[in-house]
């Protein structure tokens, strides 16, 4: 199956939520790999409008990297553009190295331009399928991201079928302007607002349902093939659907799961699904579709209000229509059922290969600061973010709010080495303006264990827990209204960057860290920092604010 391009112009119990230019070279042994990233600025045009923006080698969406499972990947990220930026290996547990997991000023500072960082990326050896990576530096991911795809440990294979083909789905925002000089606008004149993308893309194209921009998926009759998909759009959760084909979800944030056949899929920004889909339809063109899924109060205008397409092609002789079909299936942008339904079905494979090692006994709940804990520094951070919220009220109602919600601070959370966590998070609904929230954690995967409305039970709701194959994630849809509950094991040492992957509720303060500690061998230890890291030249957003947690925390939420 191939991508072609038609036209010139062819793109956190937590009970309350904190407000072709790439070079690829193997060894012989088949375990390392390395690759250039090339941040220039390049002009594209979509929507026939043409603007310069960052790239990793002048593509968009960037290179695609490809390992096995518990390989290595050395990339050298050279920055020829005109802004500082750091990577992030999205969903890469990184053993014992956070040095290279990129977010900025949280673990490295930001690589500025006319200088490059060689990052070391270890892959663990219980991931396989595909993850992606992105910038984590303002709002340079719109344009600054790719897929990364494990491959099984050569000598073993897929747990389904071969499929015929593969192809990487990227789903992305395009943004007529610069993002980061409107977002820098929006903040100043607008106090919190920031900017709507103009358009969705499906591999860089939003389409010819709009002007200036078009792409086909050409299949053949009869094959299978295994669609990679990765959602990095910035502020949207999306729905995704071909005309008249069934869609198989195998996977999910390089984790396999028990196969789900499906219409449709809703898939939150920062995840991936291996989706399997077979061209068994009469030779034609079918729209393949992704829309918006809307949890925000329909009274809130602000979002994306279009359908990126493109074409899946059947190669052969015949007519093809005047126009493809739109798949019927694909929800409309308010359909919550459709979007948290799907969410619900997903299991993890738990295979004798492919287990789920869930925890059943946990030790904790709870409802560039790596440099800074390495070297002992202090006045970076605070270690005592609070396991319970300041104060409980009816956080899925609309009265009785408490007079101050959050407060900023500069607050993590420490863990011994191998503890197993419980964590829950609580949606609210606030002020008609609560949504969905995509929560991701760096440096581990996780059992999504519980999913409900209203306002979690913690007598009653944990009876309700998958313990056997809860699906492992690392990025997580908590709901409006609603709670979710992961476990975990953490056994990763170093700092470990928590966040909302809306990246507007990320600039507003949506994130904390957790530090977890040496398990005091040198094999359970942070590994020593690489002879270089990029130079902290830029003034560090981090804050160290002090914060008074609430007087008089009640224990119990007395309006449910």
Not at 322 to 351: H, I, V
Not at 410 to 431: A, D, M, P, S
């Amino acid at each position: 199956m191939a991508l072609e391009k038609m036209g010139s112009s062819v793109q956190f119990l937590l009970l309350v939520l904190l407000s072709g230019l790439m070079l690829v070279c193997r060894i012989a042994e088949g375990d390392t790999h390395y690759y250039d990233f090339v941040l220039k600025d390049t002009n594209f045009t979509r929507l026939c409008v043409t603007k310069t923006m960052l790239t990793v080698n002048e593509s968009f969406p960037g290179p695609v990297v490809y390992v096995h499972t518990g390989d290595t990947a050395i990339i050298n990220v050279q920055n020829e553009g005109s802004h500082g930026v750091t990577i992030h290996w999205h969903g890469v547990k990184q053993p014992r190295n956070p040095w290279s997991d990129g977010p900025d000023h949280i673990t490295q500072c930001q690589i500025q331009p006319g200088t490059s960082f060689t990052q070391k990326v270890i892959f663990s050896e219980d991931q396989e399928g595909t993850l992606w990576w992105h910038a984590h530096s303002d709002w340079t991911r719109a344009t600054v991201h790719g897929a990364i795809v494990v491959l099984p440990t050569e000598g073993t294979t897929y747990p389904f079928p071969q499929p015929d083909g593969e192809e990487v789905i990227v789903l992305a925002c395009w943004y007529d302007a610069d993002q980061n000089a409107e977002l820098e606008y929006d903040l100043i004149h607008y106090n919190a607002t920031t900017p709507e993308s103009d358009a969705y893309t499906i591999n860089g194209f939003p389409g010819d349902l709009v002007a200036c921009s078009s792409g086909i998926l050409v299949v053949d009759y009869g094959k299978t093939y295994l669609l990679r998909i990765v959602n990095a759009a910035m502020n949207s959760e999306l729905f995704f659907a071909i005309s008249e084909h069934n869609l198989t979800v195998v996977g999910t944030d390089g984790t396999y799961t028990k196969p789900l056949v499906t219409n449709y899929l809703m898939i939150t920004p920062g995840q991936t699904m291996d989706v399997l889909i077979t061209a068994n339809q009469t030779p034609s063109y079918y729209y393949m579709a992704i829309r918006q899924f809307v949890t925000i109060d329909s009274s809130v205008p602000d979002f994306t209000n279009m359908t990126a397409t493109a074409i899946l092609q059947y190669r052969g002789n015949y007519t093809p229509p005047a126009s493809p079909s739109l798949p019927t299936t694909l929800p409309t942008f308010y359909q919550l059922d459709a979007g948290y339904n799907f969410t619900s079905k997903l299991r993890s494979l738990a295979s004798p290969e492919h287990p789920a090692n869930v925890p059943q006994n946990v030790t904790t709940r709870i409802s560039s600061i790596l440099d800074a804990y390495y070297r002992h520094i202090s006045g970076v951070y605070t270690t005592d973010f609070p396991d319970d919220p300041p104060s409980f009220f009816d956080f899925t109602g609309v009265d009785d709010l408490p007079s101050a919600i959050t407060k900023p601070a500069t607050k993590v959370k420490v863990l011994n080495y191998n503890e197993t966590l419980e964590i829950v998070f609580q949606g609210t609904n606030l002020l008609t303006s609560a949504e969905d929230h995509p929560v991701h954690l760096h440096g581990f995967t996780f059992f999504v264990v519980g999913i409900g409305f209203g306002n979690f039970d913690p007598v009653a709701d944990p009876k309700g827990y998958n313990l056997v194959d809860p699906p492992q994630q690392n990025t997580v849809r908590v709901p409006k209204n609603g709670w979710v509950a992961i476990r975990l094991r953490v056994d990763n040492p170093g700092v470990w960057l928590w966040h909302c992957h809306l990246d507007r509720h990320f600039t507003w303060g949506m994130a904390t860290v957790f530090i977890v500690k040496d398990g005091g061998t040198p094999e359970t230890s942070l590994l020593p920092p690489p002879d270089y890291m990029p130079p902290c030249t830029t003034p560090s957003p981090i804050r160290l604010e002090d914060f008074n947690d609430a007087d008089g925390v009640v224990n119990t939420i007395s309006k449910i």
